[in-house]
């Protein structure tokens, strides 16, 4: 087919104009967000950047223990008139050589340096003659042989004595394989760090000999002063040592002063001491004189603070980002079963092809709006009396156990008897009645059960939290399960009776549609609609009120209740027409407007809401996430029960089943695996959320990295992100898989 | 005795679907519905059972207007009328016992049903229809991995289930081969027989109609063109059925 020109033209015009404004947009898009490129030219970002870069490289996994080394070489300026022979060195050993090996002042040298370790980074300095002074020249940086070479000037400090190039390298003690002991020197200031108690008050140390069979022990403060003279045997004066003089008593006759002698726990070839003392107390200095009680001289004398670490050892930001990654993963997990437990329900609200067709006549709907407010206010009252039921019981534990066998096997035989398995005809309304009344008590039981349950757990939880010691966390959640039961009770319990007079009323809708003459139904179903909307809006009134603080009964009853009578009236009288109001499609658009409003806020804005209200921490964080979770996941699954095979529905519609068998029957069996699969893309992202959600205080691991950033401790914060990229990846890796399992 | 009155369905949209028809099956009857695609057939059949509200008219069953009843009558009417569908409409996922056990919902306790707990009679009664389609052994298969033919009789092994009075039959054979077709066929023929159900059956090929159906009605465009003992079906009433360029294959 022969092109068109005119038509090739029309397009390369549009093509150039949509070329022209692409480049437009680019340009604003650049000046907009602050493109420089001189910025990234400059030296010193690049030299910043490249510092970053290189801390970012070197994640604080390990801790080393590092050392001085210093090696010399003689020299000499000026050149005495015989010139001068250097030391000669030992070829096989660390050494340096200048060349020349004298120069006159402020003269340039080349310092070679040979069997250094590898890559070693190091300081050259210049000593003049008779002095400890060490002049800075330049620093070096060995190569993988372990030499290097680097050309100085020298400073302008000669002297008719000879005078030492030294090279000081700074290294790393023991490697990964080969852990050396060291003394602990955190501040790499040359000195033994001062230890200090730790938080429990209890610090124990080892004396490194066997100690005698009943030794006497006594304490030295740093003024050399006896704080504590004990023994493990019987009492005995010392002939020797810091205590001469002194008597012995036995442990926990002398109590000391800020720090005191707890345990001594002898050994064959060593022993230990534990202090006690207050958090924080200094115990540099102090030591411990341990005397043969036989003869009453000293043994051995050994200092507190000998604190021997190993290096290189696990940091203490490895440990601190082990802790909180944990967190975090726990916070993710709770936030997704959270989540999906309730967003599971929810979905099906936010599904076009459920909640198209349920509709209900007016009258109907009236009597369950109004039954709603009625059926909570007798919820919180049925959970009342339950309560105080309950607490006749709850003073003792037996009867707690008693009150939860007995009661459920009476409700099962009430229930077994109310609701038979095959209903061929339909109860007469005399049995109706009573069946009511028996479920009505068996469910009052019921609430008593749970009341009695929270109770239990709570008993139960704290009795084993103190015996499961390692597993105490155990303990502490029985007895959290059992008050937030407790806590929940009563709103279950308003819900549930709300929901059952509902129905009732739903009922009562149905039988009055059935049974009085329509024009008597047209007619009351205005007051009772009027009446329904004017309670439904009151309430919305009241929220708000309580929102913006206003009291003023007008805005809060009369006004919403008189708009709210209006559209019920409005709504009564339209139905002339529509028999059925269409509450399924509000409901729909109802919750899809609330889980997009909830999606989109990003977690970390919702975080600070809950911070305010549960406190800086993972749980806020989780909280965070899950309400998060709930308002994508229902949507998500929404999504997929809308794209469901409408076959089965109509097939199990079609045998007589209600609304509920329906959505468990041909419903949920084709939504597992789509939502299995979504749920598990959730866990990622939440895992994901959950590294950062710290960053405005939910706990995890980004409250550790926010830190790090901001104090420029950027070896730490690489560990951090160390952690964080293989928990994400490994997460992704396992939820990936299961998906494959599963679906 | 089910009896249609004027029965008309307009969909939202203004698509007229049936006009105005009437016609009246007595218990026992074995009655095929035949016309085009499109002619109304599934609408008819399911505002039977009210899976599709009529728009007019009335549908008395045993002298109970269906169109008037509520929605817990109307659950107590649909128990008793079996319904089987041209793409079987199983739960691919559930296990073709559960899929049978699905006719029972509408008998048994919807508070225990929903956690999965069937009375064990009826969980033998399941049983006993599997094994009357043939299908015993594969009552702990997955629905989906039973051919067309099979799935089909899970279909009608849950209809039974119900144990209807009438069995709505939405073209059953369509999606299936001719051999299998009278399979399906022959069982819906046995019941109607057998157990005296009512069967409402839409068709498209003649030949079943002619095989099975004791009478037969024809919908074209919604309207009700015959009404008759399939053997009247000649060739000038096929053209009229059918239209005017339509030529019989079978």
Request: overall charge negative; charged content about 20%; hydrophobic content about 45%.
């Amino acid at each position: 087919m022969p092109l068109e020109p005119k038509r090739g033209l029309r397009r390369t015009v549009l093509f150039i104009l949509a070329m022209v404004f692409g480049v437009i947009v680019y340009a604003y898009g650049f000046d907009v967000t602050d493109v420089n490129l001189d910025e990234i030219k400059s030296e010193t970002r690049q030299t910043q950047l490249v510092r970053v870069l290189r801390s970012l490289a070197r994640p604080d996994l390990l801790t080393y223990e590092r050392v001085d080394t210093a090696t010399n070489v003689t020299f000499a300026m000026p050149c005495p008139s015989g010139g001068f022979v250097p030391d000669e060195p030992d070829p096989d050993a660390r050494h340096i050589t200048v060349d020349p090996a004298c120069v006159e002042p402020g003269g340039k040298i080349t310092v070679r340096g040979t069997n250094f370790s590898a890559n070693a980074r190091g300081t050259l300095y210049q000593v003049p003659p008779t002095s400890d002074l060490e002049l800075r020249l330049d620093v070096f940086q060995t190569g993988e042989n372990g030499d290097f070479e680097i050309v100085v000037n020298t400073r302008e400090r000669g002297g008719d004595q000879p005078q030492f190039i030294r090279a000081v390298t700074r290294e790393n003690i023991g490697t990964i394989l080969n852990r050396v002991e060291v003394s602990q020197d955190d501040n790499e200031n040359g000195v033994q760090d001062p230890i200090e108690m730790p938080a429990d008050g209890r610090y124990t140390f080892t004396v490194p000999q066997a100690l005698p069979t009943t030794p006497g022990l006594a304490l030295v403060d740093p003024g050399r002063d006896v704080a504590q003279f004990i023994t493990t045997g019987d009492p005995f004066q010392a002939v020797n040592g810091p205590a001469q003089g002194d008597t012995a008593l036995p442990l926990g006759e002398d109590l000391g002063t800020e720090l005191r002698i707890l345990e001594v726990v002898g050994g064959a070839t060593s022993g230990q001491i534990t202090l006690e003392g207050d958090p924080g107390t200094v115990m540099s200095d102090w030591r411990v004189a341990i005397y043969d009680s036989t003869i009453g001289e000293v043994a051995t004398t050994v200092i507190v603070t000998d604190s021997i670490v190993n290096s290189p050892r696990i940091s203490k930001s490895t440990t601190d980002t082990w802790d909180r990654i944990i967190e975090t993963v726990f916070l993710a997990f709770l936030a997704t079963t959270l989540g999906t437990l309730v967003a599971v329900p929810l979905s099906f609200m936010a599904a076009r092809n459920l909640m198209r067709d349920i509709s209900v006549p007016m009258t109907k709907l009236a009597l369950q709006l109004i039954a709603l407010p009625i059926g909570v206010g007798a919820g919180i009252m049925a959970a009342g009396w339950a309560r105080t039921i309950s607490e006749q019981l709850t003073d003792s534990t037996l009867l707690v156990i008693l009150g939860l066998v007995v009661i459920p096997i009476l409700m099962w035989f009430a229930f077994r008897w109310a609701l038979p398995p095959v209903e061929e005809e339909p109860p007469t309304p005399a049995e109706r009645g009573i069946r009511a009344v028996v479920i009505a008590i068996a469910s009052v039981g019921g609430i008593v059960v749970l009341f009695l349950l929270s109770s239990l757990l709570v008993t139960v939880g704290d009795w084993l939290a103190p015996r499961l010691a390692a597993f105490d966390f155990i303990g502490s959640f029985v007895a959290s399960i059992g008050d937030i039961l407790n806590a929940i009770i009563t709103l279950m319990t308003a819900l549930a009776t709300a929901g059952v007079l509902m129905n009732l009323a739903g009922r009562l809708g149905m039988w009055m549609k059935g049974h009085l003459p329509s024009g008597f139904i047209k007619v009351f179903r205005i007051p009772l609609a009027a009446t329904a909307g004017a309670l439904l809006a009151i309430l919305i009134g009241m929220g708000i009120g309580s929102l913006y603080q206003i009291t003023d009964p007008l805005k809060v009853y009369y006004v919403p209740g008189a708009v709210g009578a209006a559209i019920g009236l409005a709504l009564a009288l339209r139905a002339y027409q529509k028999e059925q109001v269409g509450i399924g499609l509000s409901v729909y658009y109802i919750a899809r407007t609330v889980f997009n409003a909830i999606r989109s806020i990003e977690p970390l804005v919702m975080v600070i809401v809950f911070v305010v209200w549960v406190g800086i921490g993972p749980f806020a964080g989780s909280l965070a996430l899950a309400l998060h979770t709930i308002a994508a996941l229902a949507k998500l699954y929404s999504e997929q029960v809308e794209s469901i095979l409408p076959g089965p529905i109509e097939a199990v519609k079609a045998s007589g089943a209600t609304r509920i068998q329906t959505i468990v029957y041909a419903v949920i069996p084709q939504i597992v695996p789509p939502y299995i699969s979504f749920t598990l893309y959730r866990w990622d992202i939440n895992v994901r959320m959950s590294t950062i959600i710290g960053f405005a205080g939910g706990g995890g691991i980004g409250f550790l990295l926010q830190q790090n950033i901001r104090l420029l401790n950027y070896q730490a914060a690489s560990v951090n992100m160390l952690a964080i990229a293989i928990v994400v990846a490994s997460m992704d890796y396992l939820s990936s898989r299961i998906r494959e399992r599963i679906v | 005795m089910l009896k249609v009155e004027h029965l008309t369905k307009i969909y939202e949209g203004g698509t007229l679907a049936l006009d105005d028809v009437s016609f009246e099956v007595p218990d026992g009857q074995f009655l095929s519905i035949i016309g085009l695609s499109g002619s109304g057939k599934s609408t008819l059949l399911r505002c039977i059972n009210r899976l599709i509200e009529p728009t007019e008219g009335r549908i008395i069953w045993n002298g109970v207007d269906v169109t008037k009843a509520s929605q817990e009558e109307m659950r107590r009417i649909r128990r008793r009328i079996g319904m089987v569908f041209q793409h079987f409409n199983l739960v691919h996922r559930s296990k073709v016992l559960t899929n049978v056990l699905q006719g029972s919902l509408g008998y048994v306790n919807p508070a225990l049903s929903i956690i999965n707990r069937f009375p064990r009679d009826q969980v033998r009664k399941a049983h006993q229809q599997l094994s009357r389609v043939g299908l015993e052994e594969k009552a702990a298969q997955r629905a989906d991995e039973l051919s067309g033919g099979q799935q089909q009789r899970v279909g009608v092994a849950r209809a039974l289930m119900q144990d209807p009075e009438m069995i709505l039959a939405d073209e059953p054979v369509a999606s299936l081969d001719p051999v299998l077709a009278h399979s399906i066929m022959q069982y819906l023929e046995l019941i109607n027989k057998e157990d005296e159900v009512t069967v409402l059956c839409s068709l498209h090929f003649l030949d079943l109609v002619h095989r099975y159906a004791d009478k037969a009605i024809a919908l074209n465009e919604g309207k009700l063109v015959f009404e008759g003992p399939p053997s009247e079906i000649d060739d000038d009433k096929f053209k009229e059925i059918y239209g005017q360029e339509a030529e019989r294959v079978g």
